[in-house]
C-alpha cells in the first residue's frame, strides 16, 4: 500500500513517459528449456542506453538469472534463469524502475515480417554487388567505344551476363513471384511490367552478345533491381515496424489474471483463459481484464479509461465492474461475466470493426499513380515497337530493342521510390518528435484533416487532478500528507505530489468511498469526504477532500484536473494551421465548459457517450469534413477507429492505442508537429510523383526515338532515384520551422 | 590488355568477399538491433581500478 511509484522515472533521457506500475504476473508465459526457464517480456519506454543497462543490470542482479539481453529496437527483453526464481519478481523488478511491462507470447512473434525484410535486404545486397561489378565492365565498353576490339567487348559483356544471371534469378524472385500471382488471378500489378521489362532486358541482352552487338543491357537490368529492392526494403521495414507496434500493444492486452481455483489458492493464468464464471482475484492497482461482477471486498475503481469520469467511484459486492478499470485501494474477488475476447463493450468493438472496414477503402496516393502508369508504359512500348517495325522499316531486332529500351527507362525507379522514402524519412522525423506512426498511409490521411476533435480527460487535461487551494498553511499541508501516502486515491496522489517526500502515518486505515484515517503527530486524523469528517459540504464544482485533525474543524482541499501545459500554443498552432476544433467528452458539464472556456474553444459536447461521439463523427463527414480524432479511452476508440486519422497519448488504453493511426507522447507538444509533418511529407511525396512523371516526360520521347543506350539509360534511372530521395531528405532540414 | 585476363578476376573476388561479409551479417542477426549497439558501446560499468603493480 505504500508503493506510490512516484520515485519510478522511466527513461533517464526522458524521451519517453514513464510507465505503468500495474505489472502483471507472466508466470503463465515462461517456457521450459531442459533446466532453464525462460521468458519474453515487452518493455516499453526504454530508449537509450541508460535505459539498457538499467533494466539489464537490475534482472541480471536477481538471483539465478543468467542472460538477460534487451533489444533497444523493438523493446523485447529476453530473460533465462534456472532455479525457482518467481517470474513476477523480474517484471516487478522492470516496472519498479518506471517502465510499462507486458508478457510476450513467443507463439505470435513476427517471424513472418522478418524473414520477408530479411531476404529483401539480402537480395538488395546481391543487386548491389552486381551492380557495381556489371558497371565497371560496362564502364570500360562504354569508355573505349570505337577504340575497343570487338572480341575484347563481347568478352566483357558475356562476362557481365554471368553475373546477371544468378542475380536476376535470386534478387528478382520478390517481383516474378508477386506478378505471377496476380497474373494467375486475370489481374495486373506494380511488378507486372518490372518482372517484363527485366526478363526481356535481359534476354535482348543475351542475343545482342551472342552476335556481337554493341548495345546490352545487364548494367541497367541489376541496377533497376537494386533501386527498386531499395523502395521494397524501405517498404517492408515501415510495414514491420506499424506492425510489431500493433504487435506490442496487443502484448500488454494479453495480460494474465489471478485466478482462484477451486480449493482457494489463487494462481496466475493468460487472460484468454478465462471462462465465464471462473472466480478472479483483483490486487490493488491491477486493472481489470475481463468485465466481472463484485463477490467480496470493496474499492474504489478508476474508470476514467472506460467513461471518461475523471474521479473513482466507491464499489462493492454484488455491483458490475468493467475491462479497463483499475482497482485502487482494496483487494476484490469476483466472477467474470464473460471471456476476455468479449469483455470489451461488444458495440464498442462492434464500431472498432466497422470504423476499420471504412478506413480500408482508402486508396494510397502510390496505388493512384501504379494504376496509371501500368497501361500507359505498356502501351506506350508496344506503339513504339509497332511504330519502328511496321511503319519505319526497321528490322524486328532493332524495332524490339528499342521498345525494350523504352520499358527499361520507363520502369519506375523513381516511382517505386517516391512514397516509401518519404515515409521513413517522415516516421523517423516524427519518432524524434515524441509519435510513432502506425500505418504507412497514416500520413496521407493525417495531412488532409480539417477539422480536430479532442476528447477531454487524459487528453487536454493531464487526467490526474492537482491541489489548487494556495491559502492551506504547508504544516497541515505535511500533515494531510502523512495519511495520503498510504492511498492510490487520486486525490490522495495529488496531495502528496503538493506535500512532497515525507513520512507515512502510523496505522493508517482507508475506508474505501469515504477516506482514511490514521495517527499524526500524537493526534487521530481524518482525511476524506465531508461525510467521513463531518464537514459541510462546499460549493466547490471540482474534486475536494476535508482533513480533520482531532476535534479541530475540516479544511477544504480543492483539487482540480489541470490542463495539459501548452496546451492553448498547441491549438492556436492548429488553428494556424486552418484547422476547426472541438470538445467532444463523456464527463460532466460543468468540467467540460470550464475546459471548453479556458481553452476558447466554442464548439463542445459534454456526457457524450461512445454511440453520441461516433455519430457526431458521421454527421462531420457527411458534411464533408476530414476529422482528425485525439482521444485515449475507451469510450474514444470507437470514434478513433472511424475518424479520417486519429491520434491517441502514449498513457492510453491499449485498444485506444491500437485503433489510432499515431501515437504520441510527452504531452500535447507534438500534436502540431504531426500535422505539421504529415502535410509537409505530403507535398513531398506529390512532388516526388510530379518529378517521376516528368522525368518519363523527357525520357520516353528518347527512348521512342531510339537514342536511350545503355548510357543513357543507367544515367537517367540513377539520377532519378538519387533526386527522389534527396528531395525526400528535405523533410529533415527545415526541423526548425516545424519542429 | 593481357593484364585483364587476371584483374578482373581479382576485382570480382575481392567485390565477392564483401557480398559474403554482407550477407553473413544479416543472416547472424548483426541488424536486428541497431539502437541497442549503438547504446551498448557506451555502456562501462564503474569497476575499481586495477592496483597498480609496484616494481
Partial sequence: MTDLSLDANGCPSGLAPPGGSDASDPGAFVRKVGKQSRLSLTVRGAKCGGCLSRIEGVVAALPGVESARLNLSNGKLDIAWSGNLEPRRISEAVSGLGYGVAPLDTATEDDGHKKEEQSLLLAMGVAGFATANIMLLSVSVWGGHGEMGEATRQGLHALSGVIALPTLIYSGRPFFKSAWNVLKKRRTNMDVPISLALILAFSVSVTETLRGGEHAYFDAACMLLFFLLIGRFLDARVRRRAWSAARDLAALASRTVTRIGADGSPRSVRAEEIRPGDRILLAPGERAVVDMVIEGGESEVDESLVTGESLPRWTGAGMKLMAGSINLSQPLTGQATAAAADSLLAEISQMLTAGEQKRSTYRQIADKAVSLYVPLVHSTALLTFLGWWLVGGMGLREAILIAVSTLIITCPCALALAAPVVQVVAAGRLFKGGAYLKSGDALERIAACDHVIFDKTGTLTLGTPRLISADVPASLLAEAAQLARASRHPLSRALTVAAGPGPLAKDVKERPGLGLEGEVNGAPCRLGSAEWTGAKAAGHVGATLFFARGNEAPVELRFEDDIQSGAAGMLAQLSAMGMTMEIVSGDRTEAVAEVARTLGIDQWTAAASPQAKVARLEALQAAGRKVLMVGDGLNDAGALALAHASAAPGGALDVSQSAADAVYSGGLAPLPGLVKTARLAKAVMLQNFGFAAAYNLVAVPIAVLGHATPLVAAIAMSGSSIIVCLNALRINLNTEKTG | ?55
Fill in chain 2, 1 to 55: 590488355m593481357s593484364g585483364l585476363i587476371f584483374l578482373i578476376p581479382i576485382a570480382l573476388v575481392m567485390g565477392a568477399m564483401g557480398l559474403v561479409g554482407f550477407l553473413w551479417a544479416v543472416r547472424s542477426e548483426q541488424f536486428d538491433d541497431p539502437d541497442g549497439a549503438a547504446a551498448r558501446i557506451l555502456i562501462s560499468p564503474d569497476e575499481p581500478l586495477p592496483e597498480r603493480k609496484s616494481e
